[in-house]
């Protein structure tokens, strides 16, 4: 009796568990791809995240682009472009004989078509999506004019030396104007462009599917079609890498990465980030109003430990908000010591010799956040050495970022992206008085007069190497005067199978696996 | 019995607005909204304040409960903030992924757990019995999350017997082998809790019911033991066993939410828990209305079969 329903119960599983089978051979040509988080939509100018900007940059393209491996601008769909005198007027010239993945024609209408549906509130399709940057991104354009079949000119109404940059973001990608007319508020969903791979289907929760455009204009695509599958659970998508089933990831955590580096099957692949990771101090609030206390708590955290301990070197220690190596970045500029004795020194002649107690909050998890709660317990035993006494408060990203505009906060984490470009996309914002939150979001509450004068003549040149050494004195100000606790810069790792070639991770957090060819 | 059943029904629509008021003022009073998390640490107050009045979140709290309940009444339940796409279609599209995953956990819950149960009951403290008890505190302890990733590490990673995640192998594959090669850990890793209560409720009843009179008697006319464990015992046994299976049921659909993330099973738990970590306001709620619709109707079905099971009971 007992054995038989024993039996039962086993033969049960056995049922299920010999259904089973070894994976079914990847088909030559298509490359799987496992993202963090599955697309929101695949219209650029309706998302704001990675996951989905990612896929939609395979689909649609801009007419300002970023080579390979770099954040330099050159030409996208645009052949060329000049700069009116003032800074009031760009021009491109487009590129000729392109073609909607559709069969539309790629054309100055076309470019007209994919702003104005942005900007401007009265045209027929600005009513069916929400643009969410148009005007963080747009809002200095006042017209977009069709000079003839292949010229566009943007008028300003005022200068703003980023905008060439800006141009070449997900938001201002070109989309096939009868692809929008078609499906109206369900274009998100059936995205056209001019891009290396087209849109086949999307199964919710499952997989996205591309294939190659075979007219491509800049060249032959080697892969015959990209699956992207969206795998929430990092073991899972680690199990899924290393059982066959993913040729790509990334995102992947920081504890993967000596397991992947010893697998015979995988390829570990590193790239400089667009990151800056920092730890806000409402400047403010006493007793961080003291510029003293500012530096004492900089040099009281010891960087390194983070980077090698919490973040397995997945990270590069910061020395100021401008990534190093980029064309604004001061090459001088020094990250500050781990120095807990001169801490305390610094904080005993502010008059803290005693210390005191502060609150830090800390997002679970977020974009670019690497990862947080731990960093940032390493940050509050580093202060509690030198007498700080940090209470930490964990919160859910949503939560924090509003919480963030009660300008209640003494000390929180934060990270900042898309910092490669330009500097004026990361130190305006962040660190200008005019953008204190809740307005912008400089939230640490940041004031420095002869700061914000640079920042603002910076943002009106237009030559690069004169805006290059604004920038450079901006940046030493800000280690004397530091605004946060400056701590890394994230580099990116992902990790391809071995039959993925001539992949790179892109500096802008792009994936392009258009360049990958398979083995 | 048909009244009682009619009555019931009618009982729905009030339980499901409860549910919805409840949902709304979770979602809309937590902190953090559409707008807030759409626009990411970058946002400008301008683009924020722009973005909620296109979203509608500027408005009194009550005049956009009220008109959301207006389009639900009529069965729209509006169109994800993200995603442009209607809630009813997008939660309905995934529906079928959750019912086959929570459906099999049942099933191996229910059958596991009473063979398991009914095993123990017949040789209280042997060791089938004990390893069950070890194996039951094993089961309620472990939270779903970790469960399913030690199995897929085992399973998947090390032993390479069954895929990690998803529902069906990116490519080609899309038969029942594939689906159930799929299905298998995150079934597993769902019914493992329930398995546990199931069995150990199910040998207690049974303990009881084994020592009746009529047993006694059952045994002396000469009935074979089979037919006595299952037929006078099992059959008497089965009325608290159904509820705790309905009460399972319901647990089974919550637990989803985390298995499906674990392995990236494309149900409704994805998609929910997608929902609320963006704050899309009408597909968190259409989801939480579906599976609380469902959970009723579970509830319900469980009442009617009491009724079946025991003609005494007349549902009164």
Not at chain 1, 32 to 43: F, I, K, T
Request: charged share 20%; glycine share 8%; proline share 6%.
């Amino acid at each position: 009796m007992r054995l038989r329903l024993v039996w039962i119960a086993a033969s049960f599983m056995l049922l299920v568990l010999g259904s089973v089978g070894p994976a079914a051979a990847q088909p030559a040509g298509t490359l799987v791809v496992g993202a963090v988080a599955e697309p929101v939509n695949l219209d650029a100018a309706q998302v704001t995240d990675f996951n989905s900007t990612r896929v939609i940059r395979r689909i649609t393209e801009a007419l300002v682009a970023f080579p390979d491996n770099s954040t330099q601008l050159i030409p996208g769909l645009a052949e060329s472009w000049t700069v009116g005198r003032d800074g009031l007027s760009y021009t491109f010239k487009l590129r000729r004989g392109v073609r909607f993945h559709d069969g539309t024609p790629f054309n100055a209408e076309a470019v007209k078509f994919s702003f104005e549906r942005q900007i401007h509130p009265d045209h027929p399709f600005n009513k069916l999506g929400k643009y969410p940057f148009a005007s963080f991104n747009f809002g200095t354009i006042k017209s977009v004019e069709a000079v003839d079949e292949h010229t566009v000119q943007f008028v300003m109404k005022e200068p703003r030396a980023s905008f060439l940059t800006i141009m070449a973001g997900a938001a201002a990608n070109i989309v096939s104007p009868t692809a929008v007319k078609k499906w109206g508020a369900d274009y998100p969903n059936h995205p056209v462009g001019t891009g290396p791979f087209r849109f086949v289907s999307w199964d919710r929760g499952q997989r996205i599917v591309l294939e190659k455009n075979p007219d491509y204009w800049k060249g032959p695509v080697k892969v015959e079609r990209v699956i992207v599958r969206p795998i929430v659970e990092d073991q899972a998508r680690l199990t899924e890498l290393l059982t066959g089933n993913l040729d790509l990831a990334v995102n992947l955590p920081p504890d993967f990465i000596a397991q992947l580096e010893n697998h015979p099957k995988i390829t570990v692949l590193r790239g400089q980030g667009a990151h800056v990771w920092y730890l806000g101090i409402n400047n403010q609030k006493k007793p961080f109003d003291d510029k003293r206390v500012r530096q004492a708590m900089n040099y009281a955290v010891n960087k390194e430990a983070i980077v090698r301990d919490v973040l397995k070197g997945t990270g590069l220690v910061s020395a100021g908000p401008v990534l190093p190596g980029t064309w604004g970045a001061e090459p001088g500029l020094k990250p500050y010591p781990y120095d807990p004795e001169r801490a305390r020194k610094l904080l005993a002649e502010a008059g803290h010799a005693g210390g005191f107690a502060t609150t830090l909050w800390v997002p679970e998890s977020g974009s670019g956040m690497q990862s947080p709660v731990a960093m940032a317990t390493v940050i509050q035993s580093n202060l509690k050495a030198v007498g700080i006494n940090v209470a930490l408060q964990t919160m859910e990203w949503g939560a924090f970022l509003a919480k963030l505009r009660t300008k209640e906060q003494e000390m929180f984490a934060l990270s900042w992206a898309a910092g490669n470009e330009d500097p004026d996309l990361v130190v305006y914002p962040l660190l200008h008085s005019s953008q204190w939150t809740p307005g912008g979001p400089n939230r640490a509450l940041y004031k420095n007069a002869r700061l914000d004068d640079l920042l603002q003549q910076a943002r009106l040149v237009t030559d690069q190497a004169k805006r290059a050494e604004l920038y450079r004195q901006a940046q030493r100000i800000l280690v004397d005067d530091p605004p946060w606790i400056f701590i890394d810069h994230e580099i990116q790792v992902g990790a391809v199978s071995k039959r993925v070639q001539g992949f790179t991770l892109h500096p802008s957090f792009d994936l392009r696996v258009e360049t990958i060819s398979l083995k | 019995m048909k009244t009682y059943l009619v009555r019931r029904l009618l009982l729905v629509g009030p339980v499901l607005l409860g549910v919805s008021v409840v949902v709304f003022m979770v979602l809309h009073l937590s902190p953090g909204d559409p707008a807030e998390i759409m626009l990411g640490p970058q946002a400008t107050k301008e683009d924020l304040e722009r973005l909620r009045t296109e979203l509608g979140l500027t408005e009194p709290l009550p005049v956009q409960y009220a008109r959301w309940l207006g389009h639900v009444v009529q069965g729209d339940l509006g169109r994800s903030l993200w995603m442009k796409r209607p809630v009813l279609g997008e939660v309905l599209g995934r529906f079928q992924a959750t019912l086959i995953l929570t459906g099999t956990a049942l099933l191996l819950s229910t059958v596991g757990g009473i063979a398991l149960g009914v095993a123990s009951a017949t040789r209280p403290n042997s060791l089938l019995d004990r390893l069950s008890a070890v194996a039951s505190l094993f089961g309620v302890s472990m939270p779903v999350f970790w469960l399913g990733i030690v199995l897929m590490v085992i399973f998947a990673l090390w032993l390479g017997w069954l895929p990690a995640s998803g529902m069906y192998s990116p490519y080609g594959g899309g038969d029942l082998r594939d689906l159930l090669a799929h299905l298998a850990l995150p079934a597993v890793t769902l019914a493992a809790a329930s398995v546990t209560i199931v069995a150990r409720l199910t040998r207690s009843t049974m303990l009881e019911t084994l020592g009746q009179d009529y047993i006694r008697t059952a045994r002396a006319k000469g009935v074979v033991e089979r037919l006595v464990v299952l037929r006078h015992g099992l059959r008497n046994a089965l009325i608290p066993i159904v509820t705790v299976v309905g009460v399972q049921a319901g647990y089974l659909l919550g637990g989803a939410v985390l298995t499906e993330t674990v392995f990236a099973w494309p149900g409704v738990g994805t998609l929910m828990v997608q929902g609320i970590l963006a704050r899309d306001f009408p597909l968190v709620q259409g989801c939480v209305l579906v599976v609380a619709l469902c959970f009723v109707l579970v509830n319900l079905a469980v009442d009617a079969l009491y009724a079946w099971l025991d003609p005494r009971i007349r549902l009164e």
